[in-house]
C-alpha cells in the first residue's frame, strides 16, 4: 500500500514536499518512483529511487529542480519539488516496483503499486 501526502496549492517560483508512505510492500519491492498525469495527457515518471542502493533517476523536465529521496526508518519517499511552474500541475503519484531484467523506471506499465494520487496546483 503507498498513501501520497504533500499535495497542495502554490505559486509559481514556490516549493512543496510530497511524502509517500510504504506499508506491507515485500523487501523485493525496492524500486520507488514519482509519476505525474495532467488532465488530457499521459502519465509520465518524473524520478525514481532504487532503496536498496539510492540510485536515482530523473526525467530531463524537473532535474535540477526536483529531488528524490528515501527514509527507510519511516518507509517513506520524497519528493522535493522547487522552482514550480504552471505547467507542473497534475495529479502525482507514488508507485513501487521489484526491480527485474528489462524494467525501465519511467515506464507505468514496470510497476506493480499505485498510491491514489496527490494534487499539485501551481499558478
Known amino acids: 500500500q503507498l498513501v501520497e501526502s504533500g499535495g497542495g496549492s502554490v505559486q509559481a517560483g514556490g516549493s512543496l514536499r510530497l511524502s509517500c508512505v510504504a506499508s506491507?510492500?515485500?523487501?523485493?519491492?525496492?524500486?520507488m518512483a514519482w509519476f505525474r498525469q495532467a488532465p488530457g495527457k499521459e502519465r509520465e515518471g518524473l524520478a525514481s529511487i532504487y532503496i536498496a542502493g539510492g540510485t536515482t533517476y530523473y526525467d530531463d523536465s524537473v532535474k535540477g529542480r526536483f529531488t528524490i529521496s528515501q527514509d527507510n526508518a519511516k518507509n517513506t519517499v520524497y519528493l522535493q519539488m522547487n522552482s514550480l511552474k504552471p505547467e507542473d500541475t497534475a495529479m502525482y503519484y507514488c508507485?513501487?516496483?521489484?526491480?527485474?531484467?528489462?524494467?525501465?523506471?519511467?515506464?507505468?506499465?514496470?510497476?506493480?503499486?499505485w498510491g491514489q494520487g496527490t494534487q499539485v496546483t501551481v499558478s
Open positions: 508507485a513501487a516496483a521489484t526491480p527485474r531484467a528489462g524494467l525501465r523506471w519511467d515506464r507505468r506499465e514496470d510497476y506493480d503499486y
Open positions: 506491507r510492500l515485500t523487501r523485493s519491492t525496492n524500486c
